[in-house]
């Protein structure tokens, strides 16, 4: 069995409404985002302090920074706001759902059941996109697991899923459903889509939300099709009315960021050392840096400058450095500690004038120093 669910709890707003897509993302490898590793690392610290808090559970753990451990102590927080005498707490619960949706399992960060309710909890770390506890199949699906695993030990009839987001605004939701409404949600709406994404068929439902994460999403036909398909619906064929263009903004929403895709699409074949007729990569726009803060201060002070001028709770940019006491002074002071790095590779028109990079050197590039 492979570790994570081919219809995952937390791809289930995507395989329930675009049912082939999960088998069309076995295609593609999995890449883990710097976002992603970070909230990775957030649940990491909030499990070994919910196993410390509640099971006096003590595990040596890393470093961690201070947003980052005051974000998870108010996690504890809402854990603990949420327990009730008697009510049984799991932490990182491993369920499995594969009554309703085959071979369907998954982990979720907190389960706390009692003959009053059972209580899904999960902690979303991101701050880029906000999401709801209110009809979430991910909490509906992991719900369905914890039904499975204590539903005929515990008496409860109520099911609660809270999302804990507090890196942003808004981020702490919560919904409630009868036992009853969710095993209706299971076996009439669940069951016939998960059995269509297992064999990867039904109708390709590309949309803003369904492909946000879709790992097919760069070279997704339905989804060009769609946002190609919004410029044909015009009765007038040499002139875009007023109507057409709000019913296209309307509809548009996933056509800056397919365009981006497919931008990033070209530029990694490219960097493959890849031809594509017509494009190439070119330096991109390069930041000036310090070497080091350490010895801009000490050359700064010995020019005569007062520390103190040099801070706005942080040492200044150059820019602002420059701005504050004159360009040509500070690059007099300052000559040998800035450095420009090579600029990241970007995407031009063949026709562009500067000249192309080599791949090699511009995948370097992409994985140096912001």
Known sequence: MRNHALLSAS??????????SARLEERFPDIQSEYA????????????KARENFFDEWVKTEVVPTEMNEYTDAYIE???????????????AKLDYSRWVKEGFGTVDCVIVSDDRLEIIDFKYGKGHLVDAYENPQMMLYALGAIEAFGSIYDFDKVVM??????????????TLSVTELLGWANHYVMPRAEQAYLGKGKFMPSAETCR????????????????????DNQDLR???PEHAGGILLEAADIESWLEDLRNLVT?????GIKISGWKLVEGRSIRKYISEADVVQAMIKAGYDKALLFEEKLMTLTELEKQFGKNEVGNILKNLIIKPAGKPTLALQR??????????????QFGDD
């Open 37 to 48: 590793k970070e909230g990775e690392r957030a649940h990491r610290i909030a499990e070994v």
């Open 162 to 175: 809270s999302i804990f987001q507090p890196r942003i605004e808004n981020g702490v939701s919560e919904y």
């Open 268 to 272: 990694n074949t490219l960097l493959k």
């Open 78 to 92: 809402f854990i603990a706001n949420k327990l009730t005498p008697y009510a049984e707490l799991l932490i990182e």
């Open 11 to 20: 791809k289930a707003h995507r395989w329930l409404v675009c049912t082939p």
């Open 239 to 241: 002139l875009i009315t």
């Open 352 to 365: 562009d004038k500067r000249p192309a990079i080599n791949p090699a050197e511009a995948l370097l590039a």
């Open 213 to 232: 994460f879709c790992k097919a999403k760069e070279q997704c036909k339905a989804r060009a099709n769609a946002n190609l398909a919004l410029f044909d």
